[in-house]
């Protein structure tokens, strides 16, 4: 007998670097970046259901915004729906945790997560390329999710390279801090002042460096987000976010096109000692997802 109902975790990222290499004729945006997956999760609960219609209730909301009617997730399963033709439905209920607006790809995750868990439920049998090619269309951060694996990425999001982050000298904990305001993507990467010609990255690069940091003990992460200046100019908060990881002694970046920023820290790092932050922020000590 085919399952009924299905659970799964959607986690959020953070973009350990991200670098603008050039802008596409149709104004899509050529990257590199590493994206490392955080144990700060969404939970999606999918129930099957015959009469074709995809529906969804929100049994929590640690966001603070409203969620859209009509977000990623459904999004997901109605595309999956078209390309099948499946005539079955379901009904998706949402555990919502990871901040919106943040760079953390919230919406993505939960977007991977519908495509995984319905293939499995309705028994559509479509493999994980197959996926990803419905993905990006929802979103350039889908197909990163769907292969659950850290990644090397590359081109509009679509050119992904598994990276296993535990044979290198990479942090396993991360302080992550979010004010209430958030960013839009597209205004930050529609902004004339946005960099878009960073020098090219390698992995072989970026390996290096974190031998090199761990060896010399610098806190440096490699290369930047060369969307940070752009989101400064539009959201002051995450400048204040910034200060804050500084005072406790930590090096922080945004992830993503923000708002959130976030900082390697050590295993004596005590959150309980650290200044309150204001009402309504998010701060969590998160630790990367091993393989």
């Not at 209730?57 to 999956?80: C, F, Q, V, W, Y």
């Not at 959201?235 to 945004?254: N, T």
């Amino acid at each position: 007998m085919p399952a009924k109902t299905i659970t799964r975790q959607a986690p959020a990222k953070l973009n350990l670097f991200l670098h603008i290499n050039g802008r596409r004729a149709d104004g899509y945006h050529l990257l590199q970046s590493v994206f490392m997956r955080i144990d700060c999760c969404d939970t999606l609960h999918f129930e099957l259901t015959t009469n074709g219609q995809i529906t969804r209730t929100d049994i929590s909301n640690d966001t603070g915004k409203p969620l859209p009617e009509i977000d990623l997730s459904i999004r997901a399963a109605k595309a999956l729906q078209t390309r099948t033709g499946m005539v079955s439905g379901a009904h998706i209920t949402l555990e919502k945790r990871i901040p919106s607006e943040a760079g953390m790809g919230g919406g993505s995750s939960d977007a991977a997560t519908t495509l995984l868990a319905l293939n499995e439920l309705w028994q559509t049998g479509l493999s994980l390329d197959q996926l990803a090619a419905i993905g990006v269309t929802l979103g350039a951060d889908v197909p990163f999710f769907l292969y659950e694996q850290d990644a090397w990425v590359e081109g509009i999001g679509e050119k992904i390279s598994p990276i296993d982050l535990s044979k290198l000298p990479i942090p396993a904990r991360f302080l992550v801090v979010k004010p209430p305001s958030g960013l839009s993507t597209p205004d930050v990467f529609t902004s004339p002042s946005l960099v878009r010609n960073t020098k090219t990255a390698t992995i072989e690069g970026f390996a290096a460096w974190t031998e090199l940091n761990a060896s010399q003990q610098y806190v440096e992460p490699f290369g930047c987000n060369d969307l940070q200046p752009v989101a400064l100019q539009i959201c002051p908060d995450i400048a204040k976010a910034l200060e804050w990881l500084k005072a406790q002694g930590l090096v922080g970046r945004m992830t993503g096109s923000g708002s959130a920023v976030f900082a390697p820290i050590p295993d004596f790092f005590d959150l309980s000692t650290a200044p309150s932050l204001p009402a309504g922020w998010f701060c969590r000590i998160c630790s990367r997802i091993t393989p």
